[in-house]
């Protein structure tokens, strides 16, 4: 089951992708070969996005830690 991270008054963020749409026709299989820029912009993108991830689960672990504000 996904986690979802809650940041108090704002709603979760779900962590679980949907899926991917089923694949068209021309699929990489048919396609041109990735342009090497474009590989690395995606390679970078999805480490940028683990970072992101991974930073938020450490504010909620930290949150979780917090005691409660005054006036809960």
Do not use: D, W
């Amino acid at each position: 089951m996904p986690r979802a991270i809650t940041t108090g008054k704002s709603p979760p963020v779900n962590l679980h992708r949907p899926p991917s749409p089923k694949p068209a026709q021309n699929s990489p299989q048919h396609a041109a070969a990735t342009h090497p820029q474009l590989a690395e912009t995606m390679a970078e993108n999805a480490r940028l996005r683990t970072i992101a991830i991974t930073v938020m689960l450490e504010i909620a672990a930290l949150q979780e830690r917090l005691p409660p504000a005054v006036g809960e």
